[in-house]
């Protein structure tokens, strides 16, 4: 079957292709698969022996289905066997690919949180860094007030460097809040017309 598949690659548009059910999201039964319809599917004679000597019987193609969407597909092929699969195995083929598309969309959820998680944290680290830059200046100049062995001159330089940095605090506090609205919905625009020249 490997072989098969490496020297004759499935065409995509072929009914009874993979490609096929995973685009269209419709299963495929096919009970019984005569020589005839191997012979018809051949591409040469090297083709037609490799396929003879799989012994294929019986074919099931079920979709892969994730929220409504195909993501791929799940084959099941009869050969040595001789079996020939019936309704009841298409159905079971369907639930285990309906146990299958969970796990995968199971891994990716997981993946997704586990991608939110670090991006918070990559946030809430910057977030730190930045506040903790205007917070030390005013801290430190506030100390430094509070000592009393500042003259009037340094002590009103003391006081600009302390609001200047309250205000930036205040702006990433207010942008922070910002984001907060906007992934709550919450956001509020004030819009209204501008003069482009001023």
């Known amino acids: ?12 548009e072929s009914p009874t292709s993979v490609a096929t059910v995973a685009r269209t999201g419709k299963p495929l039964l096919v009970s019984d698969i005569p020589d005839a319809l191997i ?26 289905m994730a929220r409504g969407q195909p993501i ?3 084959t099941f ?36 949180a586990n991608e939110a998680n670090r991006l ?4 809430l680290g910057t977030l730190s860094h930045e506040l903790r830059t205007p917070l030390n200046a005013v801290l ?8 009393g062995l500042m003259d009037a001159e340094k002590s009103a330089r003391a006081i600009d460097v302390v609001e200047r940095n309250a205000r930036s605090l205040n702006q990433i506090v207010d942008d922070v809040l910002d984001v907060s609205r906007i992934i709550s919905g919450k956001l509020r625009l004030d819009v209204q017309p501008v003069e482009l020249q001023t």
Not at 120 to 123: A, M, R, S, V, Y
Request: proline share 3%; charged share 25%; with cysteine.
């Open 1 to 12: 079957a490997r072989t098969l598949q490496e020297r004759y690659p499935e065409d995509p």
């Open 39 to 64: 012979v018809a599917a051949a591409r040469d004679a090297e083709h037609l022996r490799v396929i003879r000597a799989i012994g294929l019987t019986s074919y099931i193609c079920v979709p892969l």
């Open 72 to 74: 791929g597909a799940l």
């Open 77 to 112: 092929v009869a050969a040595e066997s001789g079996r020939h699969y019936d309704q009841r195995d298409l159905q079971f083929a369907q639930e285990v690919a309906a146990r299958a598309s969970l796990a995968v969309e199971n891994a990716r959820a997981y993946r997704q």
């Open 120 to 123: 918070k944290d990559e946030f």
């Open 140 to 147: 430190g100049y506030a100390r430094m007030l509070q000592s």
